[in-house]
């Protein structure tokens, strides 16, 4: 499929008005939300075609199809954020060829993409995934274990514990999205009251980032809307 640029500019173009939207109606700054561009099964011109509109951040769900594009777009400096799940057999990958890595879900694989980063590159920017709908399909850990593992993570070396991701379950209940993306906010902020520097809520994406943008989100994943659906 030939990849449109004309249309991937103007679906970035509306998903900045959203998200300026969205920040203006609830007091915030709209700078305070990054958009990060979801490009998993999408061919690297898709790619290309965003950034030539202005769009540096893209999250990428399967490691070795992300280093494929990666090295076919070797000559753009991209921003590459790891968002699947995260697999021990996968973590030294991760750890060399990202910056981020919103997935982490347990000490083990913390351990892992701190012992694997290399020491030349600037510290692996790590998200929690929390599993605020206690779905047994998702991964991430619950709300009350979120403390502990915050704070084992952050005496590791080579990576900096920025924040917290959450993928609620899917609802078009506006009030139900609003309770979701709360709680994590909750969560966020009493690790900031227990001493942690956290400046990242990942959460809201292409059908439910107004809500998530008034709970405090300061980055949205974003990726049918951008690139269209998914085959």
Not at 33 to 44: C, D, E, Q, R
Not at 99 to 118: D, F
Not at 166 to 174: I, M, W
Request: with cysteine; hydrophobic share 35%; charged share 25%.
């Amino acid at each position: 499929m030939t990849t449109d640029y004309k249309k991937i500019r103007e679906n970035l173009q509306n998903i900045h008005k959203r998200i300026e939207l969205a920040a203006t109606s609830c007091g915030r700054e709209p700078a305070t939300v990054i958009l990060l561009a979801v490009s998993k099964t999408k061919p690297a011109s898709d790619i290309r075609a965003a950034f030539d509109a202005g769009q540096i951040r893209f999250g990428e769900n399967y490691v070795q199809e992300a280093l494929d594009k990666m090295e076919h777009l070797r000559d753009l400096p991209i921003e590459w954020h790891y968002i699947g799940g995260i697999q021990s057999n996968k973590t030294r990958q991760i750890a060399h060829a990202f910056a981020w890595a919103h997935g982490v879900a347990s000490l083990k694989h913390a351990r892992r993409l701190s012992e694997q980063r290399p020491e030349e590159m600037p510290p692996l920017n790590l998200c929690l995934q929390v599993n605020i709908s206690g779905e047994s399909s998702k991964q991430g850990v619950s709300p009350e274990e979120v403390p502990a593992l915050a704070r084992d993570i952050a005496s590791l070396p080579n990576i900096q514990l920025r924040g917290l991701m959450c993928l609620p379950e899917p609802t078009d209940d506006r009030q139900q999205q609003q309770r979701a993306f709360a709680r994590v906010r909750t969560l966020f902020d009493e690790l900031n009251r227990d001493g942690h520097r956290l400046d990242t809520l990942s959460m809201g994406m292409s059908g439910d980032l107004e809500a998530a943008i008034e709970e405090g989100s300061t980055m949205v994943r974003i990726g049918t809307a951008i690139f269209g659906a998914r085959t």
